[in-house]
């Protein structure tokens, strides 16, 4: 099969011709259709998380068609149209293979007038958005600071937010202010001043119930805290809150780590495909490019020029 692999970190990668991945008694053969990019994969690439096997195929989130499945699974079969993570194989592939009922790459069936391409857009940045919105406890009339909302992360966790009844606020650049409003955010706050407290302050000056932060960095994430009132909740999505340094000034700090969350999971993954179906998630896909282009995107969306979520067209 032909698959975009790399031979060891930080190489540049390229497509080439690798074995179909093993079919084990409990995982499923997807012929990938498309597959969705995210930060992570060009993490991967550069080395950002360890524990990896060479050659390693990049790519984590798919949609494709059921080719084969192994004799314990049972909830899908050869035809089913699927999605989600393939983090054992890669995403970035003609063919892999992901075990049914692992926590770390779940998968589901694709619901019925939901295209390959949104569907392969969803699984990470949607999850993220999900499990992020549960641990901060977001609900009706939730006062909710996102961070970075233009991302797919954030315009994710905006409609959703908005969904559950929070009052939104968004932290973005002044050409995306438009954009995050007409995704529900009750307001806009812009970014271009580069100084979250003193821009935030400015324009709402009462303290949030809860934070999303998407971009910060773990001294900014300190120097932000006067944003949230006493008792409040931050997430990081990046792993860089002190939590016993929130802890000791009466907040909450969560690092969240997306597949060790009870939203990593089929139910989760039916959840924002059942919001994206009915119109109720909106997804911005930016474009779609051949596999061999994978490296070049790839060190575009490190370089921060991709606007709108980019996918690979495999077959």
């Not at 930080?10 to 409990?26: F, K, W």
């Not at 990049?58 to 050869?78: C, N």
Request: charged share 25%; net charge negative; with cysteine.
């Amino acid at each position: 099969m032909k698959a975009f692999a790399i031979d060891r970190f930080g190489s540049e990668g390229r497509v080439r011709d690798l074995p179909q991945p093993q079919l084990d008694l409990d995982s499923v053969l997807v012929r990938v259709r498309v597959a969705g990019i995210n930060p992570i994969d060009w993490k991967i690439r550069d080395g950002k998380a360890g524990g990896r096997t060479f050659p390693l195929v990049l790519g984590q989130d798919f949609a494709g068609v059921v080719e084969q499945v192994g004799s314990q699974v049972t909830r899908v079969k050869a035809g089913d149209r699927v999605f989600g993570c393939a983090r054992a194989h890669g995403a970035y592939a003609e063919e892999t293979a992901v075990p049914d009922h692992e926590q770390a790459s779940p998968f589901a069936l694709i619901p019925d007038g939901l295209s390959d391409a949104v569907a392969a857009a969803l699984p990470t940045p949607a999850l993220t958005a999900l499990a992020s919105l549960s641990a901060l406890g977001v609900g009706k009339d939730t006062t909710l600071l996102v961070v970075g909302a233009a991302g797919a992360v954030g315009t994710a966790a905006v409609q959703m937010a908005r969904l559950r009844g929070a009052r939104v606020s968004a932290y973005v650049r002044s050409e995306q202010e438009a954009e995050l409003r007409s995704l529900g955010a009750d307001e806009a706050i812009s970014s271009e001043r580069d100084d979250v407290l003193g821009s935030v302050q400015a324009q709402h000056p009462e303290p949030f119930d809860v934070i999303l932060d998407l971009i910060s960095d773990g001294e900014t994430l300190k120097r932000n805290a006067p944003l949230l009132r006493q008792g409040g909740r931050l997430v990081t999505t990046i792993h860089v809150a002190d939590e016993k340094w929130f802890g000791d000034r009466g907040l909450t700090a969560l690092n969240i780590v997306m597949n060790e969350t009870p939203q990593s999971s089929p139910e989760g993954l039916n959840e924002v495909a059942k919001l994206a179906a009915d119109g109720k998630l909106r997804v911005d896909v930016a474009g779609e490019r051949a596999l061999a282009e994978a490296g070049r995107t790839l060190d575009e969306g490190k370089a921060g020029k991709l606007s709108g979520k980019m996918l690979l067209r495999i077959t």
